[in-house]
């Protein structure tokens, strides 16, 4: 059975999620935009190398796609209850 | 370049239509009610949904698209999959579980469900089919682009195939039989392209026989007898590639230099593939014109590390300038991405398939894994393309099958007719979006028809043949266009006329049915006028220069979103503000 109370538990962890990735998402795009060219040459942001002889960004672009997934996960996993879910199994 | 059909690719291509239309056939005794036909009667198990939410959104755009963008131009391509994906997180957090509990069929539903105004249902049917027929675009002109080297057809006939399949399909069986196409494409896709990866990575790269001279131009030019190819008539054994394929082994784009002197890396792991990549000197083809006014392609050669940052191609050159608007014009374009999806009426009806908020949520998750693995794909696919020696330098939404051509017919036959399921399931999922609207929405909500069940998804058989002819002469009229281009118009649109209605109706209780109305008109017309307005329509679809571009433009960049969803949410809330005496939200 799952309890009426419970789609009201955990609401807060959605916007946190969502500012989380929004401002990562946000710091990439503004890195690409003023910090990687100067003149039309590469000086940093997402030139910069990051390891493994991969740039900042080919490294930030996987992370933000690879982070959407993990965060989507813990959202799935943690997330507020509903109607529709089963149970989660008591420790 | 001249193409030629190849048996198995016509076979394996038949076998995938057949299969599609069988799979809609079987299906359509399931789609007679409005809520099958237009909802699969809400009964979509969330992991189907999830694939099928895939299937749904990786468009002609992603995967043509793309990796042609990539192929030609290197990372500005992955910055539309970052930008794609990116938008799956305003969908799960902020738009799908609401969503689920205020529609019913369409996003109009969702939209009215607090005011019953009739005014929202015209206005956000009108949103859905003007926003539908921009996506609807570089669908179909993807699908023209790969029956030219699968079938040996030319563009229109491309178009006209995939436009009557696709028809057949939403008319016969709704909603249920697209989900279960799209979820056929999704799984096929990310499994067959995972498939094509790892060929690469097993391939590695190498040099061509002989390096290519700088100044080695390859013409094209038309006639009065036909296209002349490097002074000679275009033939079999005259296209554009074949000095390059005689002389050096290999045609349109090469590794010029790898590091430490080597000829070939052998097999390379993923990451090891990137950095062997960006260390190494390309060849390029910068496209321009002689004074004859032939075409010209010029060999180009640069770092692998300049290709693997933003700003090769016109759409992000912007990142590269100093200029102010400039800058702005990329942000915009990237804030359209991240805003569009969560606003993309064919996305949104998917939710209306599953049977609780939970199982949208669940399903969500399952389209961003799906959409995630794709996506980081692309760029392997497009590297893989761009050092291929395969590349049709008249068409980018060409690479991704001629780099499968590479490995054989058998895999360039079989993702040629994954990619043409991959337009067929997100042209269904536009066509449904579009007759849902014109046959709920107008016909019986806001015109008052008195449709019953039946008589209702009738209307929305004949909305569907409808919009499967405009696609079809669209397609035609738009063949040269890269349709990644197109795309991201359309997010801009989407954005700018959805978004901002549907997170102030969730999250502001002020919110008014005319705040709503003005809202979404104001979105809509200000962002189609913008784009209307801009360089680059001026130069990509009227064919002014570039420069005549820049100086007719009466907007100062091309992307709208930047100052059109913004300008929807400021008029919401004024009107919102002025009219919340007299129709407040209701709760």
């Given at each position: 059975m799952v309890a009426s109370h419970l789609p009201t538990r955990r609401r807060w962890l959605a916007p946190i999620l969502f500012w989380i990735y929004t401002v990562s998402y946000a710091a990439f795009v503004v890195a690409a935009a003023f910090f990687t060219f100067q003149n039309g040459e590469p000086v940093g942001g997402l030139a910069q190398p990051a390891f493994f002889g991969l740039s900042v960004g080919i490294v930030g672009g996987f992370g933000l796609i690879f982070g959407a997934f993990l965060l989507a996960m813990i959202y799935a996993l943690l997330g507020p209850r509903d109607q529709g879910d089963p149970p989660r199994a008591k420790k | 370049m001249i193409y030629h059909a190849s048996t198995i690719a016509i076979v394996v291509f038949a076998a995938f239509v057949g299969l599609v239309l069988a799979l809609s056939f079987w299906l359509a005794s399931r789609a007679k009610s409005a809520s099958g036909y237009f909802a699969a009667h809400g009964q979509v198990g969330w992991f189907v949904n999830g694939i099928a939410f895939a299937g749904d959104y990786l468009s002609a755009a992603s995967f043509l698209g793309i990796c042609g963008m990539i192929a030609f131009f290197g990372y500005d391509g992955f910055l539309y999959s970052i930008g794609y994906l990116a938008g799956w997180i305003v969908a799960l957090f902020v738009i799908a579980e609401p969503i689920k509990k205020l529609g019913k069929y369409t996003l109009a539903d969702a939209l009215n469900a607090k005011f019953n105004s009739r005014g929202i249902k015209l206005i956000a049917a009108v949103a859905t089919l003007v926003i539908s027929l921009f996506y609807l675009v570089p669908q179909m002109v993807g699908a023209g682009a790969l029956v030219k080297p699968l079938l040996g057809l030319p563009h229109w006939a491309g178009v006209m195939m995939v436009g009557s399949t696709v028809t057949v399909i939403v008319a016969t069986g709704g909603m249920v039989s697209t989900t279960w196409v799209q979820f056929v494409k999704g799984t096929l896709l990310v499994i067959v392209c995972a498939f094509v990866v790892a060929l690469l990575l097993q391939r590695g790269f190498s040099l061509p026989a002989s390096p290519i001279e700088s100044t080695e131009v390859q013409t094209i030019s038309k006639g009065p007898t036909g296209t002349i190819v490097n002074g000679e008539p275009l033939s079999s054994e005259n296209q554009l590639d074949s000095q390059l394929r005689n002389k050096h082994g290999l045609g349109f784009g090469s590794v010029a230099v790898l590091p430490n002197g080597s000829t070939s890396t052998g097999p390379l792991g993923p990451l090891a593939y990137i950095k062997t990549f960006s260390e190494s000197t390309i060849t390029t083809w910068r496209k321009g014109s002689d004074p004859s006014g032939a075409t010209t392609f010029t060999p180009v050669q640069r770092t692998g590390s300049d290709l693997l940052l933003?700003?090769?191609s016109s759409t992000f050159k912007s990142v590269r300038s100093d200029g102010f608007f400039a800058k702005l014009d990329f942000l915009s374009l990237m804030l359209a991405l991240f805003l569009g999806t969560a606003s993309l009426p064919h996305i949104l009806i998917r939710y209306y398939t599953v049977k609780d908020a939970a199982s949208a949520r669940k399903s969500t998750v399952v389209g961003i894994a799906a959409i995630g693995v794709f996506y980081i794909l692309t760029l392997y696919l497009g590297i893989g393309a761009m050092t291929s020696?395969?590349?049709?330098p008249t068409d980018s939404n060409m690479s991704a099958p001629l780099l499968a051509r590479t490995f054989g017919n058998g895999i360039f036959a079989v993702i040629s007719a994954v990619a043409f399921t991959t337009v067929l399931g997100t042209v269904s999922g536009l066509i449904l979006a579009g007759a849902g609207a014109v046959a709920h929405d107008l016909m019986k909500d806001y015109w008052g028809m008195d449709l019953s069940d039946r008589q209702q998804v009738r209307a929305a058989r004949f909305a569907a043949i409808g919009l499967g002819i405009t696609a079809i002469v669209l397609g035609i009229f738009f063949e040269k266009m890269n349709v990644t281009f197109l795309v991201g118009w359309a997010f801009n649109v989407a954005a700018s006329a959805n978004l901002p209605a549907l997170v102030m109706l969730l999250f502001w209780k002020r919110t008014t049915k005319a705040g709503v109305i003005s809202a979404i008109a104001v979105g809509l017309v200000s962002s189609l006028a913008w784009i209307l307005a801009s360089a680059d329509t001026l130069e990509k679809v009227f064919g002014y220069s570039v420069t005549d571009a820049a100086s007719s433009a009466l907007v100062p960049f091309s992307q709208p979103a930047i100052v059109t969803v913004p300008l929807g949410f400021v008029i919401l809330i004024l009107v919102s503000l002025f009219t919340s005496k007299a129709q407040s939200c209701p709760r």
């Amino acid at each position: 059975m799952v309890a009426s109370h419970l789609p009201t538990r955990r609401r807060w962890l959605a916007p946190i999620l969502f500012w989380i990735y929004t401002v990562s998402y946000a710091a990439f795009v503004v890195a690409a935009a003023f910090f990687t060219f100067q003149n039309g040459e590469p000086v940093g942001g997402l030139a910069q190398p990051a390891f493994f002889g991969l740039s900042v960004g080919i490294v930030g672009g996987f992370g933000l796609i690879f982070g959407a997934f993990l965060l989507a996960m813990i959202y799935a996993l943690l997330g507020p209850r509903d109607q529709g879910d089963p149970p989660r199994a008591k420790k | 370049m001249i193409y030629h059909a190849s048996t198995i690719a016509i076979v394996v291509f038949a076998a995938f239509v057949g299969l599609v239309l069988a799979l809609s056939f079987w299906l359509a005794s399931r789609a007679k009610s409005a809520s099958g036909y237009f909802a699969a009667h809400g009964q979509v198990g969330w992991f189907v949904n999830g694939i099928a939410f895939a299937g749904d959104y990786l468009s002609a755009a992603s995967f043509l698209g793309i990796c042609g963008m990539i192929a030609f131009f290197g990372y500005d391509g992955f910055l539309y999959s970052i930008g794609y994906l990116a938008g799956w997180i305003v969908a799960l957090f902020v738009i799908a579980e609401p969503i689920k509990k205020l529609g019913k069929y369409t996003l109009a539903d969702a939209l009215n469900a607090k005011f019953n105004s009739r005014g929202i249902k015209l206005i956000a049917a009108v949103a859905t089919l003007v926003i539908s027929l921009f996506y609807l675009v570089p669908q179909m002109v993807g699908a023209g682009a790969l029956v030219k080297p699968l079938l040996g057809l030319p563009h229109w006939a491309g178009v006209m195939m995939v436009g009557s399949t696709v028809t057949v399909i939403v008319a016969t069986g709704g909603m249920v039989s697209t989900t279960w196409v799209q979820f056929v494409k999704g799984t096929l896709l990310v499994i067959v392209c995972a498939f094509v990866v790892a060929l690469l990575l097993q391939r590695g790269f190498s040099l061509p026989a002989s390096p290519i001279e700088s100044t080695e131009v390859q013409t094209i030019s038309k006639g009065p007898t036909g296209t002349i190819v490097n002074g000679e008539p275009l033939s079999s054994e005259n296209q554009l590639d074949s000095q390059l394929r005689n002389k050096h082994g290999l045609g349109f784009g090469s590794v010029a230099v790898l590091p430490n002197g080597s000829t070939s890396t052998g097999p390379l792991g993923p990451l090891a593939y990137i950095k062997t990549f960006s260390e190494s000197t390309i060849t390029t083809w910068r496209k321009g014109s002689d004074p004859s006014g032939a075409t010209t392609f010029t060999p180009v050669q640069r770092t692998g590390s300049d290709l693997l940052l933003p700003g090769s191609s016109s759409t992000f050159k912007s990142v590269r300038s100093d200029g102010f608007f400039a800058k702005l014009d990329f942000l915009s374009l990237m804030l359209a991405l991240f805003l569009g999806t969560a606003s993309l009426p064919h996305i949104l009806i998917r939710y209306y398939t599953v049977k609780d908020a939970a199982s949208a949520r669940k399903s969500t998750v399952v389209g961003i894994a799906a959409i995630g693995v794709f996506y980081i794909l692309t760029l392997y696919l497009g590297i893989g393309a761009m050092t291929s020696g395969a590349l049709d330098p008249t068409d980018s939404n060409m690479s991704a099958p001629l780099l499968a051509r590479t490995f054989g017919n058998g895999i360039f036959a079989v993702i040629s007719a994954v990619a043409f399921t991959t337009v067929l399931g997100t042209v269904s999922g536009l066509i449904l979006a579009g007759a849902g609207a014109v046959a709920h929405d107008l016909m019986k909500d806001y015109w008052g028809m008195d449709l019953s069940d039946r008589q209702q998804v009738r209307a929305a058989r004949f909305a569907a043949i409808g919009l499967g002819i405009t696609a079809i002469v669209l397609g035609i009229f738009f063949e040269k266009m890269n349709v990644t281009f197109l795309v991201g118009w359309a997010f801009n649109v989407a954005a700018s006329a959805n978004l901002p209605a549907l997170v102030m109706l969730l999250f502001w209780k002020r919110t008014t049915k005319a705040g709503v109305i003005s809202a979404i008109a104001v979105g809509l017309v200000s962002s189609l006028a913008w784009i209307l307005a801009s360089a680059d329509t001026l130069e990509k679809v009227f064919g002014y220069s570039v420069t005549d571009a820049a100086s007719s433009a009466l907007v100062p960049f091309s992307q709208p979103a930047i100052v059109t969803v913004p300008l929807g949410f400021v008029i919401l809330i004024l009107v919102s503000l002025f009219t919340s005496k007299a129709q407040s939200c209701p709760r």
